[in-house]
Structure formats: C-alpha cells, structure tokens
C-alpha cells in the first residue's frame, strides 16, 4: 500500500460546477500538506499549503485537512476550462523534509 | 520574479551518451531540489542542496547521477552513459528555508524533458 493514495481519475465535470479532490494518507507524522497544479508537459505549480488540521481558503480553492481520518481535500468553485489539469497532493512531516511524499495526481477535465 | 528556469527544456539523446541539465532557482533561495517525473507518477526526489552543499542524495541514484551547485546559485544535473530507462522529466525546484513552518515552500520549473533513443 502506497503511503498516499490518490484516484487518477479523470474526473469530468461542466464548466461551473463545484470540484471535490482528494487524497489519503497512512502516517499520521505528516504535518505539512500541499496541493500542486500541473499542466501537460510542465512542473507543478503549488496552489495551496497548510499546516495541520483545519480549512485554507485562497480565491476559488479552499484546502481541507481531516489528520484524525487522514484525508486532505482540494474543493475548486466555479470551475473554469482554465482549470483542467493534474491535480498532485504532497506531505511531509516536517517543515525542513523536502523529501515530500506524493498522490500520483487526479486529471481533471472541465467541460465547457 | 523570474521563477525556477530551465534548460534545455527538451534533449533527446542516443543510449551511452551524457547529458547535462541546468537549472537556475529563485534568486533570493537558498535551498535547490533536483527530481525525476514520469507519465501517471508524482516527482520522485533526487538530491539537494543548501547554498553550495549537497545535503542528501537518494539512494535509488544511480552513480551516473552526479549535480553540482558551485556557487550556491546555479545547478547542473549530469547524466552519464545514459540508459533508456532514464528517460523523464527532471524537475528542478527552489526554495527559501528558514527554519519555519512557512519558510519551506517548494517552487518547481517547468522541468526538463529527456528522451533516450
């Protein structure tokens, strides 16, 4: 069993709709939780960070981290075509550990 | 700001032969990652520095594998005798760490595409 589990999808939903991502997670020492937007054939780009348990909001996106269940969401309002891409979840559990441990991402396509 | 730049972005190479990656980060950061990525994966880590030091170095790295950060700017990422098996993309990342829970947020480049023929 994988430490982090993610499903690879694709999801596809219609442009607007609200998008729930999600990953697991089995060790209960990670802390730091990020969420990585990547397009086709380029590096990930980090959207959000949080540390703990508790909800981050930044604009359309709000991050979501459940340590009792071990479970982090991604939610996305609004959905725009712009959106569709591979969505990574990262931990680690600490703030110095660049070792992050990763989902192996969920394609997400937006229909217009 | 000029994010993490990468070059070449794409190099397809013959089996055996060398090949060589650069990677400049954030200028203001003292931290510089080199990982691997490939199709349906996450990065899988590689090595790192902190200014000109290399602190860790995976152990599934091959000595093939060798990077450099002479200056605590700049890194290359040499691979020697390539093999097709090393065929991915090499992600150089940045980052400012310092000493926090806030300080240690990892910027990535738009990666490096390596094909062995």
């Known amino acids: 069993q994988k430490e982090v589990e993610q499903d690879p999808g694709p999801l596809s939903v219609p442009e607007g709709a609200i998008v729930s991502l999600n990953c697991t997670y089995s060790?209960?020492?990670?802390?730091?939780f990020m969420w990585y937007r990547q397009y086709s054939r380029k590096g990930p780009e980090l959207l959000m960070y949080?540390?703990s348990s508790g909800n981050k909001e930044d604009g359309r996106f709000t991050a979501q981290v459940d340590k009792s269940s071990k479970y982090i969401s991604l939610f996305i309002r609004d959905s725009q075509p712009s959106d569709s891409a591979t969505y990574l979840c990262?931990?680690?559990?600490?703030?110095?550990?660049?070792?992050?441990?990763w989902g192996a991402g969920t394609k997400l396509i937006i229909k217009p | 700001d000029t994010g993490v730049s990468q070059n070449p972005r794409h190099k397809i190479t013959k089996r055996g032969q060398n090949v060589t990656f650069r990677c400049d980060p954030i200028?203001?950061?003292?931290?510089l990652y080199w990982y691997r990525q490939t199709l349906g994966q996450g990065p899988e880590f590689l090595t790192y520095f902190q200014n000109e030091a290399q602190l860790e170095k995976s152990r599934l790295l091959s000595d093939r594998f060798s990077a450099e950060r002479p200056k605590g700017s700049f890194s290359t990422l040499e691979i020697q005798r390539t093999e097709q098996g090393d065929s991915a993309m090499y992600l150089c990342a940045s980052s400012l760490f310092v000493g926090s829970y806030s300080g240690n947020t990892i910027y990535f480049g738009e990666g490096s595409w390596l094909t062995v023929v």
């Open positions: 949080t540390y």
């Open positions: 060790n209960s020492a990670f802390q730091y």
């Open positions: 990262a931990m680690s559990g600490g703030y110095s550990n660049y070792q992050l441990i």
């Open positions: 200028s203001e950061h003292n931290r």
